[in-house]
């Protein structure tokens, strides 16, 4: 067996959370070793372009998160492409799928997740595929090139994303949803009427309330099924019903796990010397893991700046995520928890959905094509300051006097 090799700080996790946690301790004058651990052979990138750039255009460059440059700079020493198989919490060892021992001082732990499927077989057909990373978007993109005739089965962002660029490819896109509408865990039910609208006019077939929905081989062809409609063919089949999250190591270790990693404000795990990053970290205040773009950044930056500074100020950002579709840039700040008074303001360029509370204070927002009222989204979330629903619907009232 060999010896374990002194790794200073390991990250375990390649992607966004990982990729700024690493810049972040650089930044901040961390000169000790700096070990990164990822399963792919890329430098750190992010994801949100894999379902809209990346399918669209076949010379979209990787979506680089630094440049190589800034990445060089860094000098990290990169175990890749290799998975962590285990973690010695007691001697704060990590194991590599390589046979390799990692000794850390400090370890964070940013492993993402996996595509969800309904079962192994859909793994195994050859028509159904899934989109997590920078390979699977090309696969994608070239199964998209000859595909007349795609079914996405899970009407959340993902799928909903990938259906607006496969549509703008010119395929015939029916999105099937196990749910009575879209998106119905993260918005409420005026925020999914309106998403289904949206795609209906770009000519989407949506089927909501399926119930269960199944797969059929049938000499190579894949046809879906649900509870509410008989098997029709079609040519590639994309499933985005979610993540499974890498939470394998976390157990292993012993670490405590209530959905996700539980971590402080801070990062810090039920380990004093391990951390944890973006998706497989359970938000410090929402008690709940968010897969965003935002999440994975900025709690990443926390984390870094407490791993050096224990006396670092914590995480405590609101819940911000944001899609684009077709020619929509939807932008939700906040979570639908606790609503009592829901409001829609709409102009000929926006559509803006606000969740009040019983003091009608703001718990959520969605915005179709205003990102300047969600600024004020964000302080009036800061402030929790009052509303009025009458001033929030009427589209001739300026919200820039409610700063």
């Known amino acids: 067996m060999s010896q374990p090799e002194p790794a200073g700080i390991v990250i375990i996790g390649g992607g966004q959370a990982g990729g700024w946690a690493a810049k972040t301790l650089r930044d901040r004058g961390y000169a000790g070793r700096l070990t990164v651990v990822s399963d792919e052979p890329y430098d750190f990138y992010e994801r949100p372009p894999l379902s809209k750039a990346a399918l669209l255009d076949g010379n979209a460059p990787l979506s680089r998160l630094f440049s190589e440059e800034v990445v060089a700079g860094l000098n990290i020493d990169w175990c890749r492409p290799l998975r962590a198989a285990s973690i010695d919490a007691p001697q704060q060892i990590v194991h590599l799928s390589d046979g390799r021992q990692l000794h850390f001082d400090q370890l964070l732990i940013a492993t993402g997740g996996r595509p969800r499927l309904p079962d192994a077989r859909w793994a195994e057909h050859p028509r159904v595929m899934t989109l997590r990373s920078w390979d699977d978007a090309a696969k994608l993109r070239q199964a998209l090139q000859d595909c007349r005739t795609l079914a996405i089965v899970g009407g959340g962002w993902i799928g909903l994303e990938i ?36 795609h209906q006019q770009q000519g989407i077939r949506v089927q909501c309330g399926c119930g269960d929905i199944q797969l ?50 801070q990062g810090r795990t039920s380990h004093p010397a391990i951390f944890a990053a973006g998706d497989v970290a359970r938000h410090p205040t929402l008690g709940l893991c968010l897969q965003s773009w935002a999440y994975a950044q900025n709690q990443a930056i926390s984390t870094a700046c407490a791993m050096l500074d224990a006396f670092a100020s914590p995480y405590d950002d609101v819940a911000w995520l944001w899609s684009d579709q077709y020619d929509v840039n939807i932008q939700i700040l906040g979570v639908p928890a606790g609503g009592m008074y829901h409001v829609v303001r709409r102009t000929p360029q926006s559509q803006v959905f606000f969740t009040l509370n019983a003091d009608r204070q703001l718990v959520q927002m969605v915005a179709f094509n205003d990102a300047r009222t969600i600024k004020l989204g964000k302080r009036w979330l800061a402030s929790g300051r009052v509303l009025e629903p009458q001033q929030l619907a009427d589209a001739e009232f300026s919200l820039m006097a409610l700063k």
């Open 216 to 265: 059929e081989d049938r000499n190579g062809s894949a046809w879906i099924g649900s509870d509410i409609s008989d098997p029709q063919p079609f040519d590639l089949v994309v499933v985005g019903i979610g993540v499974e999250l890498n939470l394998e190591l976390a157990y292993g270790a012993g670490l405590k796990v209530d959905a996700g990693i539980v971590v402080d404000g």
């Open 163 to 198: 259906a607006a660029s496969a549509r703008r490819m010119g395929a015939d896109v029916t999105v099937f949803e196990r749910q009575p509408a879209l998106c119905m865990r993260s918005v409420g039910a005026d925020v999914s009427q309106a998403l289904l609208e949206l």
